[in-house]
């Protein structure tokens, strides 16, 4: 295996996203996967949430994945669905989509902008120094890099071996997650236990079935795999009967334990996805979150490989997702409790619902589970700053374009919507080979995910992963020097400093 700027370990959703954002930004890089092919047993995850596919149309791949997901209404907090379609985005509502249908049109996109995957191995041991990363590999072999990701899981050794504490709380309940064949007709819907909910239903081909089941036990670790008897003692415990179970194709277990790495980075080695925080899959946050952590490291990442910004930019990765991390973590603590079954619970569950029909509360947590309303803190400033920018149909001297289409090369944008010469080109010429400038106009109304209404800026400089780093409200603003440090800040100095 040849040297690499920067090799990302596994090839599931988090890491394809980096791989694919890396690549954009012209960074040699190449995954390393355990797996032969990127075929996945089961169903595992299974949907997308709007902000993620708002990343995917930044970067002009949504439509593959609309083209075989259907648009759902996904956001939910506890039992309640959180209707997102009053939002101000294309794309208020979900997408119901298996992982294994995401990951393969996700390996399809890398492929095509030619990142190579490095099948059937696994990274065993790696050493960092000063100006790079000595990786050794399962079948002998070994590579560089400057950089190593570790995307591989909640039981990452990339995390373990670079001495990253992970922590958190452990188990309260773990479930088995199963499809299999059944001689006795099973009763389809949710049943909610002691300590969660238990689920069966039918598989597409109307004869198999898909079930969620709380073990009786809790199993604390992860040694174990699980198996059928196991499967069996679990459906005893809860419908009094296995049903025949048999032909088990695919047998998994997780649990709500939920743990976040206390730093994403350790020198020359970076954590994305799983691999940084893993909680229980309420909510449907965990592929999603990959996904954001993904496109928040590729850009930063790959300025740093080229040279064109300091190292202490990835610094930025860490203070913005980590507490994105930390809020989901505590979510789902929370939609696990509100799961139990005894009638305590049941009463706070219907209680909490009561609240979430009334409009301030459905968008505020609407928000948050879409991923709508995330708020990086850039300092005090204009609402937008530090929020993502909308998809607005701008008039440019090309004609009307969408915001999103200006990101599909993941390359910065400053955007002018003020009168054509408001903004210095002296102040932001430096930078003309790094961050594009469009002039453009937009007369409609500025509305923003579970905020509302703002005041519309005249320019906004736009990071390649949509957020925006620097807001002029108005052209008398005199912002210019403000708009320098922001282009120093995120893209490096000017050339020729």
């Given amino acids: 295996m040849k040297e690499h700027e920067v090799v990302i370990v596994g090839g599931g959703p988090t890491g394809l996203m980096l791989a ?10 190449a995954i390393v996967e355990r797996r032969a092919t990127q075929e996945l047993a089961g169903a595992r995850a299974g949907g997308l949430h709007s902000r993620t596919i708002e ?24 039992m309640t669905t959180l209707d997102i379609s009053d939002f101000p985005t294309r794309h208020n509502y979900g997408l119901a989509l298996w ?20 099948r059937s191995r696994e990274v065993t041991g790696f050493s960092q120094g ?33 001495g990253i504490d992970f922590e958190g709380w452990d188990p309260s309940v773990s479930y088995l997650i199963a499809e299999a064949d059944m001689t006795d007709d099973p009763p389809s819907g949710i049943r909610h236990g002691e300590k969660g909910v238990n689920a069966i239903g039918r598989l597409e081909d109307g004869k198999r079935v898909r079930v969620v089941l709380i073990e009786p036990h809790v199993v604390q670790g992860d040694e174990n795999a699980p198996t059928l008897g196991d499967l069996r003692e679990a459906l005893i415990a809860v419908y009094g009967t296995d049903f025949g179970v048999h032909n088990v194709t695919w047998l998994s277990r997780f649990t709500d334990m939920a743990r976040q790495a206390v ?19 309420t909510g449907g946050q965990g592929l999603n979150i990959g996904v954001q952590d993904a496109v928040n490291l590729g850009w930063k990442l790959a300025q740093v490989v080229r040279g064109t910004s300091p190292e202490s930019l990835l610094d930025t990765y860490q203070a913005e997702r980590h507490p994105i991390g930390a809020r989901v973590l505590k979510s789902t603590l929370a939609q696990t409790a509100l799961g139990r079954g005894d009638e ?47 998809d607005l149909d701008v008039v440019t001297a090309d004609g009307t374009r969408r915001v999103f289409t200006l990101l599909h090369h993941a390359r910065p944008v400053l955007l002018n919507l003020g009168a054509r010469g408001a903004l210095d ?13 469009i002039d453009g106009g937009y007369a409609g109304a ?41 282009l120093t800040k995120w893209f490096g100095s000017p050339l020729g400093d």
């Fill in 20 to 29: 694919g954002e890396l690549a954009l930004a012209r960074v040699d890089v």
């Fill in 55 to 78: 990343m995917l149309d930044q970067r002009g791949i949504a439509e593959r994945f609309l083209a075989e997901g259907k648009a759902v209404q996904v956001a939910r907090f506890g």
């Fill in 99 to 118: 992982q294994a249908q995401i990951e393969r049109i996700l390996a399809t996109w890398v492929a095509e902008i030619g990142v190579p995957i490095y």
């Fill in 130 to 162: 000063e100006s790079g990363v000595d990786v050794a590999l399962s079948d002998g072999s070994s590579t560089r890099a400057q950089y190593l990701v570790g995307c591989d899981g909640g039981r990452s050794l990339i995390r373990k071996q670079a």
């Fill in 263 to 281: 730093s994403y980075r350790e020198r020359r080695v970076l954590l994305a996805g799983d691999a940084a925080h893993v909680h229980s899959p």
């Fill in 344 to 390: 305590r619970t049941k009463a706070l569950r219907e209680s909490l619902a009561d609240l979430l029909v009334l409009d301030e509360p459905r968008k505020r947590y609407a928000g948050m589970m879409s991923g709508l309303d995330i708020h990086y803190d850039f300092g005090d400033g204009h609402p937008l700053l530090g929020r993502r920018m909308p």
């Fill in 425 to 437: 080109g002296d102040d932001f010429g430096p930078w003309a080979d790094r961050v594009r400038f």
């Fill in 446 to 486: 500025w509305d923003l995910p579970a905020i509302g209404a703002v005041a519309a800026p005249t320019a906004a400089l736009i990071r390649p992963d949509g957020y925006v780093a620097w807001v002029q409200s108005s052209a008398s603003d005199g912002a210019n020097q403000s708009l320098h440090d922001a």
